[in-house]
């Protein structure tokens, strides 16, 4: 099967949403196309076709261990998605409906990208094109948390252009052809011009790492996530951030081959370690559970980061908690935006009683803040122990006491917010506005679902699926 | 290759840089902001001119059109929708990023000379040109207030990186030279709706009032 169906299948989708006329019906067009995804993901994962060395696109073990997360993902959001557009039926969903579709297939472009401009291309139109889905509330709040996603993921993204083109001119100054395929810069290995490689390594860690949400350069991520509906942000931290990871970890590989593995190992654990310590940090000082839901992604990819720094071990651990983190984190976000629509309110200075007026959705909130907070036997708690496990293996004693200090710290910022607004009495505010908001299963049922897969994948992680881990260690980290 | 008209160019944008830096109308921001983008949509034409053919014809066209008409034309809505004219209060003054702009671009030319360059490119201005512009955009940045003269910024800065690509205008696939082209129009298009609805929201363009969401 072409891989190339992948991209297709939700553009067209697309396309079908955006004549589509009816308003109430098509928000339906997104479980059908995601579960359509899914099947083809997974079609694909068991039977992985052979990629060309030289193709600009194709499922390659890197696509292969971590493509499927996202689509699985897509589909429990979009199936939310049919109860949230119902319930915000005032609202046209044309754009959203389409766009949503559009960022699934472009997901998949950058995700099997084999060539850097081709990455880049997907990585912007992907940045463009959750731009309206940021504002849908319309608010002025909203507004303003898209300036600044504008201002600072562009500068980012256009940041990653300079790095490509740096990495292209390292080619062409060794006397290479300037070919931007992995595969060829790859092979031009250690032939490529030092200095502009270094000089690329900084832009493109920049520039992605703006786009994954690194600290400092996460400004942009708790505005977004706090003022988007809670779809967008599942999606945004769960699909777009995974994107950016994976341009890190192949471009990782054409550092390495070029012999400067060490500075880019060290640069990312650094990064990772500090994002995980600003995360922590400003996790106790917020009050706003949707931005909480922000820094938490920060955190965790600062994990991914750190993990990647850590070679081989390491970047089966990360890919682990690509998938762990991504879904424990979308039931978390789902259940959250259950809760900021009965509460009316994202503030634990509004908020609290929870339990009482949503119990299911508070349930599924304490416990997916648990499981994200690694408690076993859920998926990030197997993930987190694999990289904790890659760091002292590799002899990095300190790296892993900060590690652990800050996960302790971003716990006791996740329980503060998160107990502050689920227990205690519910304002009599709180308490009017929870009765307009039903707990029907259309909004109960996807998150529950994500925390099951997250206890699968803890308790049961599939053989095949460590396996495709591996294969991308076997992949960029061939052994000399 | 024709280095001294490239070069001329490249001095000319590099000069428009301060313009900008300097200009606090907004009009006359916008139009160093679109001659430069102009200037920029010749040069491939300049350097490719052995081999002439349509489609570097047609990039160059679309980038000429898009950075010299069509985006500069929608600023300058936006720009009577709001009704300012000028950057009042900028974080940073006129003077002090002028002086900066310049240093910068002294410093381009010498952190330029640093880098290793072909023996084709050690001639051209193209290295120290994207340095200073893209020295400059970050400036307007984080110094302007307006978001016209913010997305100016950006402007500039993109023009920078534009320049740097011109280096590799020989190895890289057209087909990835018009994807980057059309994501970065498309990207201007929607910065430029985006100030149009914080116009409307806020009733103003200037970015200090957008101070709602923070710690």
Redesign the interface.
Known sequence: MNPLVLIIVPLVGAGIAAVWPSNRTRPWLLPVFGLLHVVLAFLLFINSPVVAPGAWLGFDPLARAVLPAVSLLFLVCAAYGVSYLRIRSERPNRVFVALLLTILGLLSAGHQAR?L??L??AT??V??AA?PLL?FNG???A??????Y??VG??GI?LS??GS??L??A???GGG????TFAALTAQGAGL?R??VL?AWVLLLVGYGTKMGLAPMHTWK??AY??APSIVGAVLAGGVTTVAFTAILRVRAVIAAAGEGHIADRTLLVIGLFSMLVAAL?LL??RDFK?MLAYSSVEHMGILSIGAALGGAGVAAALFHVWSNGLTKGALFLSAGNIRRAAGSPSMDDVRGMSVLTPRSAAIFVTGMFAVTALPPFGPFFSELQVVRAALASGHGIATAMFLGCLLLAFFGLTRVVFGIVDGRPRPTTRRNAQRFVETAGVIVPPLVLLVLSLWLGLFTPTILREAWLAVVAQLFPTP | MSGGTLNLLIGLAMGLNLLALGSSRLPSLIRAMSLQGVVLGLMPLLMEHETLDWRVFAVALATMVGKGVIIPGLLRRAMRAANIEREIQPFLGYVPSLLLGAGGTIAAVALARALPLLPEHTGTLLVPGAIASILTGFILLIGRVKAISQVCGYLILENGIYLFGLLLIHSTPLLVESGILLDVTVGVFVIGIIVDRIQRAFDSLDTRKLTTLRE
């Open positions: 060539h401009g081709l880049w291309i912007e139109a940045t463009l731009v504002h608010t002025p709040r507004f303003e948390a898209t300036w600044k504008l201002l562009g500068t256009a252009l300079l083109f740096c292209g001119y080619s062409l100054h052809k300037g070919d931007l011009s200095p502009w000089t708790p505005d706090g003022e400003f000082g917020t931005r």
